[in-house]
């Protein structure tokens, strides 16, 4: 209301009124209760009365204008949550009731589809935004699927691909662990290309075009239900509005389209898990041609001749890049102790853990038992260690020998504000490297110590605990 309150002073209409409280404005919505009770009718409740609902807020131009407003589209639910002492209480904590998985396509245009062809001598491209609702479990079944799917697109549009170039973040579950480098090593057989090649950026959650491109469909959902002109209460209800009021774009966009696809379920019950993959965490490119495997080395590249022509194995920056490995991939069903292969398994890091990436610097979040706070945010001042004797921090929390651990600096929130921090520099603490869930590699720290996280990282903080 407070917003309101400066549109009034501004503008004076009386069109609207200020609500002293919740419940004033939640009545506003709901139909006259009756003369002999205090209470509305369930239905009204429920928001299934036809007579009723949010289209009876009404609401100021200023109030409606895109650049000013901020909706943050979220559910709360009860969860039951274990506590020290290994009791269980219910907790009400907050539930992302959609997810998207966005994939960005770059291909070059289709004539009859685009409207203008592209050739070697005058390449056109075209830069499409590809999202699949909902997006619930991070596996390598689901981006295998999501594979599929664009496959199938490209397949209807006449967009002929011989060599599928791939970008992702470092991701194990979805994209770089032994069962995702596995599924690549099939991608030729199983989508039609002649080639496929996965690079990976930096092992941690990346920001890129596709989290302004899933921010857009979110934030238009969050205003089409504000102003009451859609009702948007599952993944369906969001992927019918999608579809039907996001699919075109603007002259101006750089992108051409986006595509929309839902998905009910997922096979996971497919013969494609695999044994190891020796020091994965190093691989940055994996390339495929023939079923089974896979060459990967530890850094990729698209500045010299050779690859740029597809001539990967006379690259002209080995001395800096480094060699091309060949690597069979075994599947665990058609694995013996007696395989020859079996030396993949030393050395082994596919089953690291993300408290591995932390390092002095590094702020992270931690899971945490406190009722009302879900996660902490700290600074670590070095790299996690091993401890060799019993130690105990300055908060009071000890650690035996043996423990693996991370030293650092907890951030505390500002005026009560749980997206304004300020780091605790006077008080070190000591956390197990075990509880860390995120890396904030998005966020930066000011001279005096302070940050700003925003909604969207407090999801997929929350997220990264619902997959705990």
């Known amino acids: 209301m407070q917003f309101r309150k400066r549109l009034l002073s501004r503008e004076g209409s009386s069109e609207v009124k200020l609500y002293e409280s919740l419940s004033e404005l939640v009545d506003d919505t709901l139909c006259t209760r009756s003369a002999n009770t205090h209470q509305h009718k369930i239905s009204c409740l429920d928001r299934l009365c036809s007579e009723c609902g949010v289209c009876k807020f009404s609401m100021l131009p200023g109030e409606l204008d895109e650049s000013d407003v901020q909706i943050s589209w979220e559910r709360y639910e009860y969860k039951n949550v274990k506590v020290k002492g290994d009791k ?6 907050l539930k992302l009731e959609v997810s998207l998985h966005v994939t960005i396509l770059h291909r070059h245009s289709v004539l009859e589809y685009d409207g203008k062809d592209s050739t070697a001598e005058e390449p056109n491209i075209v830069t499409e935004q590809f999202f699949l609702i909902p997006d619930q479990k991070h596996d390598h079944h689901y981006t295998h699927y999501v ?20 970008f992702t973040d470092g991701c194990s579950s979805q994209y770089k662990s032994r069962h995702c480098m596995g599924d690549v090593s099939y991608s030729c057989s199983d989508f039609g290309y002649a080639k496929i090649l996965r690079n990976y950026f930096e092992t941690s959650h990346a920001r890129g075009p596709q989290d302004a491109a899933g921010g857009f469909i979110k934030k238009q959902a969050d205003l089409a239900v504000i102003r009451g002109t859609h009702v948007i209460q599952s993944s369906s209800d969001l992927f019918d509005y999608a579809q039907s009021n996001l699919s075109t774009t603007a002259d101006s966009s750089k992108c051409s389209r986006r595509i929309f696809r839902y998905v009910d379920s997922v096979n996971r019950d497919r013969d494609r898990n695999f044994l190891p993959v020796k020091e994965n965490r190093k691989i940055h490119q994996v390339r495929s041609f023939d079923d089974g495997e896979i060459f990967v080395r530890k850094l990729s590249c698209y500045s010299c001749q050779s690859c740029i022509v597809g001539n990967y194995s006379t690259c002209m920056n080995d001395a800096q890049l480094g060699t091309y490995n060949k690597i069979k991939m075994v599947k665990e069903s058609e694995h013996n102790d007696s395989d020859a292969d079996s030396n993949n398994d030393e050395g082994v890091d596919d089953e690291t853990n993300i408290c591995d990436f932390v390092s002095n610097g590094t702020i992270f979040a931690v899971k945490a038992d406190d009722t009302d706070c879900p996660y902490y945010i700290l600074r670590a001042s070095k790299d996690p260690i091993i401890l060799r004797k019993t130690a105990t921090d300055k908060w009071g929390a000890s650690y035996h020998q043996g423990n693996k651990v991370i030293h650092g600096y907890y951030f505390n929130t500002i005026d009560n504000n749980p997206f304004k921090l300020k780091l605790l520099k006077r008080i070190p603490a000591i956390v197990p490297a075990l509880s860390v869930i995120y890396i904030c590699s998005e966020v930066d720290i000011d001279d005096n110590g302070l940050i700003n996280l925003n909604e969207s990282l407090h999801g997929r903080i929350l997220r990264c605990l619902d997959h705990e």
């Open 88 to 93: 269980m209480i219910r907790k009400l904590v």
């Open 147 to 166: 594979q599929n799917l664009v496959s199938e697109y490209l397949k209807s549009i006449n967009c002929e691909i011989s060599v599928m170039h791939e």
